[in-house]
């Protein structure tokens, strides 16, 4: 019988193709994140269980992969019949989604205390970055500017625009409580959306104003609850968010409160009005008002008209560590995916939990696959880039493919991707393989060529045919 081959649920395989394409991505957002100052740092794919878990809030937690201590742990303990049947009951319970409390210690027959899981995959680049800031704190020069790419796990249902491995594009400020941060995390979206020629929305809002509101309505214990459900009410809309308030332990009266904030509909400076009634002489309230209001009004004279902003009142964003400014940021080109595409906020006091208070920073995040999506759904990717091969060199024997070897020489180092077929194969053949892999020149140089000092070139694109020299060639593909 034959192994059925594939891969985990949620994770996929990227061809060379596919890999050109990330790669303008990736090298697309990474040169904005240069031009701003960010340096590069890398973190390890795991983290230890307590530096995660905690931290981004019960449903996130949930989400978080756990790893099984390595080697042949599980054989060297020994279990009680009780221990076992305990074991067993939570994971029925639980399934994939159990805490880590609950698994992280067994006791076996002789009563010693053993660890199931002490790591994990990160969930994101985050907190890894404020575990990164404490340890590293004596090498680092405050404000630090930080930009980071690399793949994190989710243990989510997969779906459309939703994967369990991805990769995320992070930039983070950290040692300023100062609002040109948040101004320039919404410059960063403008430029890397115009370089890809996205239109995009960024939806504002601010967790001081979410505070302010909890304490209105008359629920300040119950905030968390407030802001998971909130976030989805564009989603899953009115009548659910107020049913998961009520499961949540919510009275009817704080939620009857909470319905003119969920139905308001205006811009941007109606919404502010309307806050300025809706949370009154509230301290918290005025102050989320007032930073909301200068982000918006200091970045709307510095980005593009391809960039909309506006204040998003039920924008909530669901991690536990915001505390300030937070962002989302959607596609404006119908048809393409309609969930965010890039989403951030303040934080002031994440590397607090680990033993160093009163940091404040703020990032945001680009989801490259979802980028991806967006921009395969409307056609954006450029036909070639600098990633794909741009010369092919047809081999028509053992003395011409001598000779083409010093013409590739001189291509590669005037920074020409170019590769000459290894055999002296059948022309169909050669041209297909040029085809399949959308080589958009091929180079021919026979007996006559060799003699002239001329290369016969193709375009692959038009079907154009002529005679170039190689400095010809050179200046051809540069240009």
């Given at each position: 019988m034959a192994i059925q081959i594939n891969t985990p649920k949620g994770t996929r395989d990227f061809s060379p193709a596919e890999m050109v394409?990330?790669?303008?991505?990736?090298?697309?957002?990474?040169?904005?994140?240069?031009?701003?100052?960010?340096?590069?740092?890398?973190?390890?794919?795991?983290?230890?269980?307590?530096?995660?878990?905690?931290?981004?809030?019960?449903?996130?937690?949930?989400?978080?992969?756990?790893?099984?201590?390595?080697?042949?742990?599980?054989?060297?303990?020994?279990?009680?019949?009780?221990d076992i049947h305990a074991l067993v009951d939570t994971l029925k319970k639980r399934g994939e989604r159990y805490k880590h409390s609950d698994l992280s210690e067994v006791k076996s027959s002789n009563g010693v205390a053993t660890e199931i899981s002490e790591k994990a995959l990160r969930y994101d680049l985050t907190v890894p970055f404020a575990r990164y800031v404490v340890q590293h704190r004596?090498?680092?020069?405050?404000?630090?500017?930080?930009?980071?790419?690399?793949?994190?796990?989710?243990?989510?249902?997969?779906?459309?625009?939703?994967?369990?491995?991805?990769?995320?594009?992070?930039?983070?400020v950290i040692g300023s409580d100062s609002l040109l941060n948040e101004v320039e995390m919404v410059q960063v979206v403008d430029e890397v959306f115009s370089k890809l020629n996205v239109p995009v929305t960024v939806k504002i809002n601010n967790r001081k104003l979410l505070a302010a509101i909890a304490e209105v309505i008359g629920a300040p214990d119950a905030f968390v609850d407030i802001t998971v459900a909130l976030d989805k009410?564009?989603?899953?809309?009115?009548?659910?968010?107020?049913?998961?308030?009520?499961?949540?332990?919510?009275?009817?009266?704080?939620?009857?409160?909470?319905?003119?904030?969920?139905?308001?509909?205006?811009?941007?400076?109606?919404?502010?009005?309307?806050?300025?009634?809706?949370?009154?002489?509230?301290?918290?309230?005025?102050?989320?008002?007032?930073?909301?209001?200068?982000v918006l009004g200091t970045a709307q004279q510095l980005i593009s008209n391809k960039t909309v902003l506006e204040l998003d009142l039920t924008l909530a964003r669901g991690l536990n560590y915001y505390t300030g400014a937070i962002f989302e940021v959607r596609s404006n080109i119908d048809g393409t995916l309609s969930s965010s595409i890039s989403g951030g906020g303040r934080y002031d006091d994440l590397t607090g939990i680990f033993g160093m208070p009163d940091v404040s920073g703020v990032g945001i995040s680009f989801g490259a696959d979802r980028i991806y999506d967006v921009l395969q759904e409307a056609d954006l990717f450029p036909e070639f880039t600098s990633d794909s091969t741009q010369v092919f060199f047809v081999n028509f024997g053992e003395k011409e493919a001598a000779y083409c070897l010093g013409l590739c020489k001189q291509l590669r180092e005037a920074g020409i991707n170019t590769e000459l077929y290894p055999e002296s194969a059948k022309m169909k053949k050669q041209m297909t393989y040029a085809n399949n892999n959308q080589i958009p020149f091929v180079a021919m140089v026979g007996t006559q060529e060799m003699e002239a000092g001329t290369i016969g070139l193709k375009n692959m694109v038009t079907g154009e045919q002529s005679s170039v020299s190689v400095s010809e060639l050179i200046q051809l593909i540069k240009g």
């Open positions: 394409r990330r790669n303008y991505i990736f090298d697309t957002v990474k040169s904005v994140f240069k031009k701003y100052g960010y340096q590069p740092i890398e973190t390890p794919a795991m983290e230890n269980s307590e530096t995660l878990m905690g931290k981004y809030g019960e449903e996130g937690d949930r989400l978080i992969f756990k790893i099984l201590n390595s080697g042949d742990f599980l054989k060297r303990i020994t279990l009680s019949d009780e004596n090498e680092i020069t405050f404000p630090f500017k930080r930009y980071q790419v690399q793949p994190v796990w989710r243990a989510d249902r997969p779906q459309k625009g939703r994967y369990r491995e991805f990769y995320q594009c992070d930039i983070d009410l564009d989603k899953i809309g009115e009548e659910k968010v107020c049913n998961e308030l009520r499961e949540r332990g919510i009275s009817n009266a704080p939620i009857e409160k909470l319905l003119p904030l969920m139905r308001f509909q205006g811009n941007t400076a109606e919404k502010l009005e309307f806050l300025k009634t809706y949370l009154g002489s509230n301290e918290t309230g005025q102050k989320g008002i007032a930073e909301v209001s200068e």
